[in-house]
């Protein structure tokens, strides 16, 4: 019995919070705050606009992300070394850098949640400024609402609670954001600077294989060796 009265008040619960969820959504799209980041966005180049579109999915590109296997470098010889040659160090970074991008960002996402989820007071803000956009979604539902005697219309009520939250989040956020980034950042230097991935290539990442291995890159792309 407990244990059916507690599925029944969880889905109760995800009830509530889709619902106020589909109507912050109804009320943000009424508000004409859609619209008008549609036209900044219209206001944009056609060039830019291409340029970013075609650099966002080239970057995220859900095959850009490397396996286990490919990032620990799994069954390799020597997958992990300290390259003292300068230039040898500067192009395994470039490669490292451009082939595992993907993945270095998908690390940084992980650490900053992590990091949010062990700041107490960055939870309580998120909650508190969840529960704001609720009160100020049901306050507008009839196109306005009063504040000590001025009426704020809802498209008023919520660009200018969009740009608080943008600002509030910004201040809750600083320290986790700080503590992610140097945290990734120490990970992810640590790895591209010892982990020799030269043999592993796209056909957009090239990088020209030396030492021991400079006579099997051929063969490992499936290419002809030239004579």
């Given at each position: 019995m407990a244990v059916t009265q507690g599925n029944q008040t969880s889905a109760s619960a995800l009830n509530s919070f889709v619902g106020v969820m589909n109507s912050a959504k109804e009320k943000w799209d009424s508000s004409g705050a859609s619209e008008a980041m549609s036209k900044m966005t219209a206001n944009i180049p056609q060039g830019t606009q291409e340029y970013l579109s075609s650099t966002s999915q080239q970057l995220l590109n859900r095959q850009k992300f490397r396996?286990?296997?490919?990032?620990?470098?799994?069954?390799?010889?020597?997958?992990?070394?300290?390259?003292?040659?300068?230039?040898?160090?500067?192009?395994r970074l470039k490669h490292n850098f451009q082939f595992f991008f993907l993945n270095y960002l998908v690390l940084t996402g992980v650490l900053f949640f992590l990091t949010m989820l062990t700041t107490p007071s960055?939870?309580?803000?998120?909650?508190?400024?969840?529960?704001?956009?609720?009160?100020?979604?049901?306050?507008?539902?009839?196109?306005?609402?009063t504040v000590y005697g001025v009426t704020i219309s809802q498209k008023n009520a919520t660009i200018g609670l969009s740009i608080f939250?943008?600002?509030?989040?910004?201040?809750?956020?600083?320290?986790?954001?700080?503590?992610?980034?140097?945290?990734?950042?120490?990970?992810?230097?640590?790895?591209?600077?010892?982990?020799?991935?030269?043999?592993?290539q796209d056909g957009e990442d090239q990088m020209d294989m030396v030492g021991e291995f400079s006579g099997e890159q051929d063969a490992f792309l499936g290419q002809e060796p030239d004579v």
């Open positions: 396996g286990i296997s490919v990032v620990f470098g799994v069954g390799e010889e020597r997958p992990f070394y300290l390259e003292k040659v300068p230039t040898l160090l500067v192009a960055a939870l309580i803000g998120l909650g508190l400024l969840a529960g704001l956009w609720m009160y100020v979604v049901r306050a507008t539902s009839e196109g306005s609402m939250s943008a600002i509030a989040s910004v201040w809750l956020l600083q320290g986790v954001f700080v503590w992610a980034l140097f945290s990734s950042g120490f990970l992810v230097s640590i790895h591209a600077v010892l982990r020799d991935a030269s043999m592993h």
